[in-house]
């Protein structure tokens, strides 16, 4: 039975959130993948992680990262650098523009919140290279909030598990963001969202062969009880 089925059966619908999330979090407690950004809640290097890690292997962030954050503790210490000094820590990462982005989001924090990042969506997305994605993983990573973080890994496997077609602008879509909302009130949101960021990386990995035989969920899945026939345009 897949999502359009039991979207008005609220009952079936809030069973099937239930299991997920109990399978997920069950499959991260055993899987989780350990970064240096994983083991602390300090919104500034959570931040500092999201920015290196757009478009960019956490293989290949994990040691600058880690001197970044020794070197630059917090978001006064990045004002301190100047913009130039920044941008050479990160030039080997690519993508100059992001630490354009994050000096100009260091003078802003400084400036207008003592360097302290603000605890308000809003107010976060008002910074430069703040959108929605950045914004979530710090309220949820940082602050354990039920905060759904939408990414298109995470967007597959909610969409392939509930049956619903999967498109560029799925991240965007209220449908899934209600689905990820539901799942994250079932409670702990930071263990279960980097639970289902690993599983999407390892389990049900994009293409037309995620591992369905060993996965935890195939007795709900609405793509595994389809095998493969939904579009994933
Ligand atoms: S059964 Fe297959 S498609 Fe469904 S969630 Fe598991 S890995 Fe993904």
Not at 121 to 136: C, T
Not at 151 to 158: A, G, L, M, P, S
Not at 204 to 228: D, V
């Amino acid at each position: 039975m897949c999502y359009e089925q039991y979207i008005h059966d609220e009952k079936t619908y809030r069973n099937i959130v239930r299991r997920v999330w109990t399978e997920i979090l069950e499959w991260g407690r055993k899987n989780m993948r350990i970064y240096p950004w994983r083991s602390t809640q300090d919104a500034y290097k959570l931040i500092i992680a999201e920015i290196m890690l757009h478009r960019t292997k956490a293989d290949q962030v994990k040691d600058l990262y880690e001197l970044f954050i020794k070197k630059y503790p917090d978001f006064k210490s990045i004002v301190k650098a100047g913009p130039e000094n920044i941008k050479s820590e990160l030039h080997s990462l690519g993508l100059p523009w992001r630490s354009d982005l994050l000096y100009r989001m260091a003078e802003e924090v400084v400036k207008k919140y003592d360097g302290t990042l603000p605890l308000n969506r809003m107010k976060l997305m008002e910074l430069p290279g703040v959108g929605h994605y950045i914004a979530s993983a710090v309220l949820c990573f940082g602050y354990n909030l039920p905060e759904p973080v939408l990414d298109t890994n995470t967007v597959r496997v909610i969409g392939r598990v509930f049956g619903i077609k999967i498109t560029d602008s799925s991240r965007r879509s209220k449908k899934f963001e209600k689905i990820v909302s539901d799942l994250v009130t079932c409670g702990e949101p930071r263990s279960f969202s980097l639970s289902l960021i690993d599983f999407a990386a390892m389990i049900c990995i994009p293409g037309n062969n995620p591992e369905c035989e060993i996965c935890p969920l195939r007795g709900i899945c609405c793509f595994y009880g389809k095998r493969g026939d939904m579009n994933e345009g």
